[in-house]
């Protein structure tokens, strides 16, 4: 494996990040002795008060009560991201993200953010202070969240996250903190910005282009219109231009064959023999036999085959503001978008379900391979036949997902007596058809093999008996979010106990709607391994905040917020908030926080319709699986998950904490160390499958959840103390099941220095899971989860630059700790070593030049140094990207 520069040295990199952070604070102690040396008079500055995310007070200082981190446009483009979820993978402080590129998710091209791992429904994301509408389809059929592919990055200036609870200021869906992405403001001039970008292995090629226009002068000509458009399109990697993604026998690397199983012929299995075999025609270096005994006809990827979708974005936004009079302006925003995204690959196939069962006498039984011999030599004829193979006459399958979203905002601020003042109303939609070609129709199937037309049991069909099993499903899905929001804040009502009293205030009404409609096939369960579920669920909130912001010294500072929310369906919640910042000196910042959440249950965990999913890990029966003397690894079930909703789910609420220093002893030293803690109960999750079924005969209604094939008489002769069927369904209904404590540290350093005309930056960020604690079961026990590869214990990302005259170069370093080959320690089985994955640093390098009037040019490779993925025998395949640096050129043209 390749090893980061950093890996060759003697301690982790936390330590040595530590050691860093000590020679750097003596510098700074150096630099402020210099900055007492006598300087020339600055010449007066006006200071402009802003608001930024964590507070409707404006202020002037961005470091306060509440652990914010800012991220500037100059910050964006040196990451050298072509979207915004890929800026947020790079920055420490987001601990999980999904980037849109899983075919088989319910949500398919959409892309989310995690903080504090708390999941995408437990952040807030806002575009310019205010909220958006929820992705069309859920994540996982049950979880909201905004698609970011909704914000162009091309018209982002600067990210704000806060990293605390929020839910007094802004709502409960700030659980885990708050993602703020600002666009430009009173812009004046002309802007045409692309990028090309590839593998240097030749495939994934990508392109973005935009332009973006900016009339009038606020202050000057009374008003400000910005108009932009933007337009992305990125390809999917080819498994043949690239070494370690040719394959899907990963074998070699200590993982399991995970070639095709399914493909022409396939293999059959034996009804009453119990075991499946490869068909007669699968070539012998092909068929494989796994530890039960099973055998399969495997088949590898193709070259060409794409190994993710093709992404096409288009954006396009209005902004303007018009000064009505000194005081007073109205503004507006409508921002459009709409999200294409392409897969193909992998063929449709049948079932393995018991009416696919194929007897004598049906047109597609082939009395050859009915025919088997016991353990004692004894033939058997006429056995049931069940046939394991993909349709593959008929052509590869493909998904086509299309999503549009809008949003428009009006509304009308100013200035009265001291008071800032706000009212505006906002309506957004996000609406998405989401088509699968050429998915196998059961009726047309069990026909075929009833009466004739297509014979699974033959290695190849006509295309056009093939052709008459398929069909196309459309599923859609429409969510909606309307606003009224007005607030009104003054940063020094009055002085109280010496010092000034700033104070917001606000009122919301909110409503918000989630309606999926299914394909009629997939609602009538006609579509062969294929499920859909309808839902229809709205609710409305009303809700109220009030802000203070107390100084009664020069060196302290008090937030207290309060909000009050009524849920039609959920009553009324109060939350607090209290956060106190104490400087003892210039230098230094102490602070500490805290407050409550309250989280409602989701519209579709309530409201949705039944919908099917498999284990991605197995299902261990041991009613099954002891008496067959089989062990752990081959005690593997994967029947059919039925998720249904609850209706009578109890909200999650959430106590967090939080502490911290900040120090900035000069302009060119600033570091902050920030804990926290959080605490939820009444966690909402699926009623575990493995939990169900470890309970199936002590609980009363756990049997009437789970379905089993019949009994089979001739396994239970061989096998005595066998009496159940083999798993065939689970029915796993949302639970208030848990609850999760987790806590933690964050870490940001910034230095900078001139030096022989040369300006240096070393910036540091690191985010360290100290506890993460969670029951995903009624009566269990909060087990730790931190150390496995679903929850890593730290991220660190570190960027060192220079620029001098126009020149600019930063190197990026994203650092992620060594981890368990287990999803988390709680999975560990007595006695197992599982092993560990090493930490893993890649470098991205970013090269820029202004050396042309207008013209800024921006060389970025990502993995400049090509290391090489960590593969996890626990999570089953290559744990990092597989496929090698990346090289994209930007170039930017301003007009002002």
Same mark, same amino acid.
């Given at each position: 494996?390749?090893?980061?520069?950093?890996?060759?040295?003697?301690?982790?990199?936390?330590?040595?990040?530590?050691?860093?952070?000590?020679?750097?604070?003596?510098?700074?102690?150096?630099?402020?002795?210099?900055?007492?040396?006598?300087?020339?008079?600055?010449?007066?500055?006006?200071?402009?008060?802003?608001?930024?995310?964590?507070?409707?007070?404006?202020?002037?200082?961005?470091?306060?009560?509440?652990?914010?981190?800012?991220?500037?446009?100059?910050?964006?483009?040196?990451?050298?991201?072509?979207?915004?979820?890929?800026?947020?993978?790079?920055?420490?402080?987001?601990?999980?993200?999904?980037?849109?590129?899983?075919?088989?998710?319910?949500?398919?091209?959409?892309?989310?953010?995690?903080?504090?791992?708390?999941?995408?429904?437990?952040?807030?994301?806002?575009?310019?202070?205010?909220?958006?509408?929820?992705?069309?389809?859920?994540?996982?059929?049950?979880?909201?969240?905004?698609?970011?592919?909704?914000?162009?990055?091309?018209?982002?200036?600067?990210?704000?996250?806060?990293?605390?609870?929020?839910?007094?200021?802004?709502?409960?869906?700030?659980?885990?903190?708050?993602?703020?992405? &600002?666009?430009?403001?009173?812009?004046?001039?002309?802007?045409?910005?692309?990028?090309?970008?590839?593998?240097?292995?030749?495939?994934?090629?990508?392109?973005?282009?935009?332009?973006?226009?900016?009339?009038?002068?606020?202050?000057?000509?009374?008003?400000?219109?910005?108009?932009?458009?933007?337009?992305?399109?990125?390809?999917?990697?080819?498994?043949?231009?690239?070494?370690?993604?040719?394959?899907?026998?990963?074998?070699?690397?200590?993982?399991?064959?995970?070639? !095709?199983?399914?493909?022409?012929?396939?293999?059959?299995?034996?009804?009453? =023999?119990?075991?499946?075999?490869?068909?007669?025609?699968?070539?012998?270096?092909?068929?494989?036999?796994?530890?039960?005994?099973?055998?399969?006809?495997? /088949?590898?990827?193709?070259?060409?085959?794409?190994?993710?979708?093709?992404?096409?974005?288009?954006?396009?936004?209005?902004?303007?503001?018009?000064?009505?009079?000194?005081?007073?302006?109205?503004?507006?925003?409508?921002?459009?978008?709409?999200?294409?995204?392409?897969?193909?690959?992998?063929?449709?196939?049948?079932?393995?379900?018991?009416?696919?069962?194929?007897?004598?006498?049906?047109?597609?039984?082939?009395?050859?391979?009915?025919?088997?011999?016991?353990?004692?030599?004894?033939?058997?004829?006429?056995?049931?036949?069940?046939?394991?193979?993909?349709?593959?006459?008929?052509?590869?399958?493909?998904?086509?997902?299309?999503?549009?979203?809008?949003?428009?905002?009006?509304?009308?601020?100013? &200035?009265?007596?001291?008071?800032?003042?706000?009212?505006?109303?906002?309506?957004?939609?996000?609406?998405?058809?989401?088509? =699968?070609?050429?998915?196998?129709?059961?009726?047309?199937?069990?026909?075929?093999?009833?009466?004739?037309?297509?014979?699974?049991?033959?290695?190849?069909?006509?295309?056009?008996?093939?052709?008459?099993?398929?069909?196309?499903?459309?599923?859609?899905?429409?969510?909606?979010?309307?606003?009224?929001?007005?607030?009104?804040?003054?940063?020094?009502?009055?002085?109280?106990?010496?010092?000034?009293?700033?104070?917001?205030?606000?009122?919301?009404?909110?409503?918000?709607?989630?309606?999926?409609?299914?394909?009629?096939?997939?609602?009538?369960?006609?579509?062969?391994?294929?499920?859909?579920?309808?839902?229809?669920?709205?609710?409305?909130?009303?809700?109220?905040?009030?802000?203070?912001?107390?100084?009664?010294?020069?060196?302290? =500072?008090?937030?207290?917020?309060?909000?009050?929310?009524?849920?039609?369906?959920?009553?009324?919640?109060?939350?607090?908030?209290?956060?106190?910042?104490?400087?003892?000196?210039?230098?230094?910042?102490?602070?500490?926080?805290?407050?409550?959440?309250?989280?409602?249950?989701?519209?579709?965990?309530?409201?949705?319709?039944?919908?099917?999913?498999?284990?991605?890990?197995?299902?261990?029966?041991?009613?099954?699986?002891?008496?067959?003397?089989?062990?752990?690894?081959?005690?593997?079930?994967?029947?059919?998950?039925?998720?249904?909703?609850?209706?009578?789910?109890?909200?999650?609420?959430?106590?967090?904490?939080?502490?911290?220093?900040?120090?900035?002893?000069?302009?060119?030293?600033?570091?902050?160390?920030? #804990?926290?803690?959080?605490?939820?109960?009444?966690?909402?999750?699926?009623?575990?499958?493995?939990?169900?079924?470890?309970?199936?005969?002590?609980?009363?209604?756990?049997?009437?959840?789970?379905?089993?094939?019949?009994?089979?008489?001739?396994?239970?002769?061989?096998?005595?103390?066998?009496?159940?069927?083999?798993?065939?369904?689970?029915?796993?209904?949302?639970?208030?099941?848990?609850?999760? =404590?987790?806590?933690?540290?964050?870490?940001?350093?910034?230095?900078?220095?001139?030096?022989?005309?040369?300006?240096?930056?070393?910036?540091?960020?690191?985010?360290?899971?100290?506890?993460?604690?969670?029951?995903?079961?009624?009566?269990?026990?909060?087990?730790?989860?931190?150390?496995?590869?679903?929850?890593?214990?730290?991220?660190?990302?570190?960027? &060192?630059?220079?620029?001098?005259?126009?020149?600019?170069?930063?190197?990026?370093?994203? /650092?992620?700790?060594?981890?368990?080959?287990?999803?988390?320690?709680?999975?560990?089985?007595?006695?197992?070593?599982?092993?560990?994955?090493?930490?893993?640093?890649?470098?991205?390098?970013?090269?820029?030049?202004?050396?042309?009037?207008?013209?800024?040019?921006?060389?970025?490779?990502?993995?400049?140094? !090509?290391?090489?993925?960590?593969?996890?025998?626990?999570?089953?395949?290559?744990?990092?990207?597989?496929?090698?640096?990346?090289?994209?050129?930007?170039?930017?043209?301003? #007009?002002?």
């Amino acid at each position: 494996m390749n090893r980061s520069p950093l890996s060759a040295l003697p301690c982790p990199l936390p330590a040595r990040l530590s050691l860093l952070a000590g020679a750097l604070l003596v510098l700074a102690a150096q630099a402020r002795a210099q900055s007492a040396e006598p300087a020339p008079e600055p010449a007066p500055q006006t200071l402009q008060r802003v608001e930024i995310v964590g507070s409707s007070i404006k202020r002037i200082r961005a470091e306060g009560p509440s652990p914010i981190a800012i991220y500037k446009r100059s910050d964006i483009e040196a990451t050298g991201a072509s979207s915004t979820v890929e800026l947020l993978s790079k920055m420490a402080a987001v601990t999980a993200y999904d980037d849109g590129n899983n075919a088989n998710s319910f949500s398919a091209g959409a892309t989310s953010a995690s903080l504090r791992n708390m999941g995408a429904q437990n952040v807030l994301v806002l575009l310019n202070g205010r909220r958006l509408a929820n992705y069309a389809f859920a994540a996982g059929t049950d979880t909201p969240f905004v698609d970011l592919n909704t914000i162009p990055l091309a018209a982002v200036e600067r990210v704000e996250i806060l990293r605390d609870g929020a839910s007094a200021l802004y709502g409960s869906d700030a659980v885990a903190g708050v993602m703020n992405f &600002v666009t430009k403001t009173d812009y004046q001039g002309l802007e045409v910005a692309g990028k090309l970008g590839q593998r240097t292995a030749g495939d994934q090629r990508r392109g973005e282009f935009s332009v973006t226009s900016g009339h009038g002068d606020l202050a000057r000509d009374g008003y400000n219109l910005l108009a932009m458009l933007a337009a992305s399109r990125r390809e999917p990697a080819l498994a043949g231009k690239h070494a370690l993604a040719r394959s899907s026998d990963l074998r070699p690397y200590g993982g399991l064959d995970l070639r !095709d199983t399914t493909r022409s012929p396939g293999s059959i299995l034996r009804i009453d =023999e119990g075991y499946r075999k490869a068909h007669p025609a699968c070539p012998a270096s092909q068929v494989e036999t796994d530890t039960i005994g099973d055998e399969y006809c495997r /088949t590898d990827l193709a070259p060409g085959t794409e190994l993710g979708p093709t992404l096409q974005r288009l954006n396009a936004a209005v902004m303007g503001t018009k000064a009505l009079d000194a005081n007073t302006a109205l503004f507006g925003e409508l921002v459009l978008g709409q999200n294409r995204t392409d897969w193909r690959g992998g063929y449709p196939s049948l079932e393995s379900g018991t009416d696919h069962r194929v007897y004598p006498g049906m047109a597609a039984y082939v009395p050859a391979l009915g025919r088997w011999v016991d353990d004692k030599g004894v033939a058997h004829e006429g056995s049931p036949i069940l046939a394991f193979r993909s349709v593959d006459e008929a052509g590869e399958r493909a998904t086509r997902s299309l999503v549009s979203n809008r949003r428009a905002l009006a509304g009308v601020r100013g &200035v009265y007596g001291g008071w800032d003042w706000e009212l505006a109303a906002m309506f957004s939609r996000s609406h998405g058809d989401q088509t =699968e070609y050429n998915m196998l129709k059961r009726d047309a199937v069990l026909n075929a093999l009833d009466k004739g037309g297509y014979n699974p049991f033959v290695p190849v069909n006509t295309r056009a008996s093939a052709e008459a099993l398929m069909t196309d499903v459309v599923k859609q899905a429409t969510s909606t979010l309307s606003t009224v929001d007005a607030k009104v804040s003054n940063p020094e009502l009055t002085r109280v106990l010496g010092g000034p009293l700033g104070v917001a205030a606000g009122v919301q009404f909110m409503r918000e709607r989630m309606q999926e409609v299914a394909d009629p096939q997939v609602a009538a369960k006609n579509i062969e391994n294929w499920s859909g579920t309808s839902s229809d669920g709205s609710r409305r909130v009303a809700s109220g905040f009030v802000e203070f912001n107390l100084q009664p010294n020069p060196a302290t =500072e008090i937030q207290l917020a309060l909000r009050s929310d009524h849920y039609s369906d959920f009553g009324t919640t109060t939350n607090p908030k209290l956060a106190v910042a104490f400087r003892p000196s210039g230098d230094w910042l102490l602070r500490a926080g805290y407050t409550t959440a309250f989280k409602a249950p989701s519209l579709p965990q309530m409201h949705m319709g039944s919908t099917n999913a498999y284990p991605g890990e197995g299902i261990r029966d041991w009613v099954r699986c002891r008496p067959m003397g089989l062990n752990y690894d081959q005690c593997a079930y994967y029947p059919r998950l039925t998720y249904v909703p609850n209706p009578a789910l109890k909200p999650e609420r959430s106590s967090i904490w939080s502490a911290g220093v900040a120090f900035n002893p000069s302009k060119a030293l600033n570091t902050t160390v920030d #804990l926290y803690y959080l605490k939820q109960k009444d966690s909402i999750n699926l009623l575990d499958g493995q939990y169900l079924i470890d309970h199936e005969f002590d609980t009363p209604g756990f049997a009437e959840l789970i379905t089993r094939d019949p009994r089979n008489p001739a396994l239970e002769a061989r096998y005595p103390g066998l009496k159940d069927g083999r798993l065939k369904y689970l029915t796993l209904p949302y639970k208030n099941v848990g609850g999760i =404590e987790t806590g933690g540290v964050d870490w940001t350093m910034r230095l900078e220095q001139e030096w022989a005309g040369i300006r240096f930056w070393l910036e540091n960020e690191y985010n360290a899971i100290l506890r993460y604690k969670s029951a995903y079961t009624p009566d269990g026990d909060l087990l730790d989860r931190v150390g496995g590869y679903s929850q890593e214990k730290w991220r660190n990302t570190l960027r &060192v630059g220079g620029e001098q005259g126009a020149w600019r170069v930063q190197l990026n370093g994203l /650092t992620y700790a060594g981890v368990l080959n287990v999803s988390s320690p709680a999975s560990l089985q007595p006695g197992v070593d599982p092993g560990r994955m090493p930490s893993r640093t890649v470098w991205d390098l970013s090269v820029g030049y202004t050396g042309w009037r207008n013209l800024k040019l921006n060389l970025t490779v990502l993995n400049v140094f !090509d290391i090489k993925p960590r593969f996890s025998t626990g999570y089953g395949g290559f744990y990092d990207d597989r496929y090698g640096p990346t090289v994209q050129l930007a170039a930017r043209y301003t #007009l002002r």
